[in-house]
């Protein structure tokens, strides 16, 4: 059977809120599952004290860790499996919660394979106008450019996981369905999870994902829906609570379609009583992934 790469996506809530024995909880949790990429949200205060809660974290899970601007985001990565080649550290005018952008070689496919592009987000809770400017950003880094050692330049694949604070477009057989806006008890959460249509009536915000998808990056779970009918791999990522409505699917992975033959399954794992948000699991077969990326297109011209 050929190797799994596990990547996990998990927005741990306010990094456990300043208590230690939670943050090893979790982190506890997080390498049970033997992690080789994690997109990590909400990493306050781990750049403090001369990184000691990074530090803490990469003693526990055996990950590297690399922190975005402002202590918002972050990646961890197995450094037998990741080398970085490259960190982006200004990704945008007008992030509210920058992402941590680094581009990687996926070190099992070889010196001469195309690396990574992996993007750790956060996208904005209040403004959906803020998080639609923020969704169009992202796609930026599913449009960089590697030059191979022939000198042709190639088109490197990217892979985003995060918390979109919107839903997916509906229609995915599984998919939780779509709040409705007025069974929404907190008003301003109603505000900040839709937008106006030009018709003037109120829709929940599905934008961020029609946008990454419009960009040729594709929702991973969304994809082995529609492709296995795998509806685990639609489960919601956050529950139902009194102020924001029902069960929803809020925390995403998106590939870009270079990898889609790669993804094998993804599932969510819960973390109740550590997290408002459970941690979604993707994993890659590793064959595949190396066969994919000695084998890419040249960048159109």
């Known amino acids: 059977m050929s190797r799994q790469l596990t990547i996990l996506c998990t927005n741990f809530e306010n990094n456990g809120g300043g208590d230690p024995a939670k943050r090893q909880a979790m982190n506890e949790r997080l390498v049970s599952l033997n992690p080789h990429l994690i997109f990590r949200q909400e990493v306050w205060d781990s ?4 990184s000691t809660i990074a530090h803490e974290a990469e003693d526990i899970l055996g990950l590297r860790t690399w922190l975005g601007p402002g202590n918002c985001t972050a990646l961890l990565a197995d450094p037998n499996v990741f080398a ?13 919660l920058p992402p941590t952008a680094l581009l990687m070689r996926y070190t099992p496919a070889g010196r001469e394979s195309l690396p990574l592009a992996l993007v750790s987000y956060h996208l904005n809770y209040a403004s959906p106008t803020t998080r ?23 088109p490197v694949p990217a892979l985003l996981g995060g918390d979109n604070n919107s839903y997916p477009v509906p229609g995915t057989p599984g998919d ?9 008890p907190n008003r301003p959460h109603r505000l900040h999870r839709s937008v106006t249509t030009p018709g003037g009536s109120r829709v929940m915000d599905t934008r961020p994902d029609e946008t990454l998808r419009t960009a040729g990056l594709e929702d991973v779970a969304r994809h082995l829906a529609q492709t296995k009918n795998d509806k685990d791999a639609v489960a919601p ?5 009194d102020t924001h409505g029902p069960d929803a699917r809020i925390d995403r992975i998106y590939a870009s379609t270079l990898l889609l033959p790669a993804v094998t399954h993804v599932d969510v794992i819960d973390t109740t009583g550590l997290s408002d ?3 979604l699991r ?20």
Do not use: F, Y
């Open 282 to 301: 993707l994993r890659l077969d590793s064959t595949t992934l190396t066969d994919l990326l000695n084998q890419p297109q040249p960048a159109a011209a």
């Open 277 to 279: 948000h459970h941690t």
């Open 47 to 50: 750049g403090d004290n001369g």
């Open 237 to 241: 990522t956050v529950g139902a609570c």
């Open 176 to 184: 939780p369905p779509l709040p409705e806006l007025d069974r929404i």
């Open 132 to 154: 639609q400017s923020e969704a169009e950003w992202l796609t930026t880094w599913n449009d960089k450019q590697w030059t191979n050692p022939d000198g042709i330049p190639m």
């Open 84 to 96: 970085p080649l490259r960190q982006w550290p200004q990704t945008g005018p007008m992030w509210v």
